[in-house]
């Protein structure tokens, strides 16, 4: 209720009404002028308004209806006439706000479905392969252009075309098919397989196709991805001439195996034999040559002691040096009879769990005396147990403190110290000494047999070093070393522990 038309308009700035009832007269401003304003404003525009008034009157009834009036109601006011008037107007409010409301889901539900196919079609042409939708009949209803490029043919050529024109063999039958008597389909949905595909010019060519049906209202729709799998099939060709040809390799390298195998086998045992008669030869030659030396040496010194005063300088120095290159002559075949022993003595032993502070041990017993001689230092840490053979070993301990001691610097008192450290599975074993050093380019040759690089000052077979080299390369290690001349040298050996 508004008592005047100004009131009337602020309502109708608040909130919308199904109908409005404007008294003609009203102070201030009266319906006409009231319903002119009503009008003037979108909200309010098509606001149904019935005017009440006492008289009629055609000129009111006239600017009435201009002004928008649905209806004239005359006093005295009959209210079921008005109830019913205004019921009508209310209800024709409510199916018009409802139907309102129906747009607008309408058109939001258009819009998600207008977005949802702008993005299925998206989808369809980002795919990787040709994808084909047809209805159940199998005709075509929509392609991608991967399936122009693939094909050769343009878009709307193959529209309403059955997809057996690309793929003659495609065929796609409902599970229901199945509980009767008839053909099983070709493919269920969501399985794939291989056919035969063909292009617009004719040729032919393989593909792997999979099925996904969807039903919709206006039936069955079936999307058939397709994908050339020429390459794949040519890859696979070459794989399998690849394999046929490894294959008959692999036959025939099995048998070249097998012959050289065989030969490999005659080889070796030829090699051990003569391997065996070399080491028994140098065995047995180093003893028949012993005894001649000894007795020229023998008869030498006799020759020398019962002529002693009667031969003249010359001769006594003649007799010297034969007794001196007899007795070296004596030592070279010790030493070679020493060297063809370690293969030798390899045979008869196994290798156990040995300690190389035993085998150290055994070595400087045995250079007491000349330790003592050469006022040496030996210092020695801790060392290992490894997988080897404690005599052999003890050989390459002795001879590499005999190398330190007798190849020590003139200018200062010898130094030796002995250690190990280990590397993995092996351990490597030093012997450091503060000797004459080596020059860089003899560092491999001194291991070689018969190899001394300080002349004849100093006594020696130059047999030590590769008696060294044999045992360590026996016990499947290696043996180097490191030097500098006046600096003295390290000789490094690697030996497997024992519980690797």
Known sequence: MARSGKEALRYLLEDNFAAILLDVKMPEMDGFETAELIRSRPRSRHTPILFLTGYSNEEHLFRGYDLGAVDFLFKPIVPEVLRSKVAVFVELSRKAKLLEEQATVLREQAATLQKAEQQFRSLLEAAPDAMII??????????????????????????DQHIRTLVPGWRFDMLSALDDDS?????????????????RDGST?????????????GGLLITTAIRDITARKLAEQERARAEEEVRQLNAHLENLNASLEERVLERTEALLRSNDELAQFAYIASHDLQEPLRTVSLYTQLLGSRYEGVLDGDAEEFMGYITDNAARMELLIHDL???SRVEAD???????????DAALEDALANLQARIEESDVTIQRDPLPVVHG????LGRVFLNLLINSIKYRHPDRPPHIHVSAIPQGSVWVVSVKDNGMGIEPEYREKVFGIFKRLHGRDNPGTGMGLAICRKIVTRHGGNIWVESAPGDGSTFFFTLRAAEA
Do not use: H
Request: hydrophobic content about 35%; proline content about 8%; some cysteine.
């Open 183 to 199: 053909e099983p389909p070709y493919l269920q949905p969501g399985s794939s397989g291989e056919l035969d595909a063909v292009r």
């Open 337 to 339: 009879l020493e060297f």
């Open 346 to 356: 390899g045979v008869n032993r196994s290798f156990t769990a040995t300690s190389c």
């Open 134 to 159: 047809c209805r159940a009949s199998g005709d075509i209803a929509l392609i991608n252009s991967r399936t122009e490029a693939i094909f050769g043919y343009p878009r709307a050529e193959l529209l």
């Open 389 to 392: 053979d404690s005599i052999q």
């Open 205 to 217: 060519f393989p593909v792997e196709i999979s099925l996904s049906p969807l039903e919709v209202d």
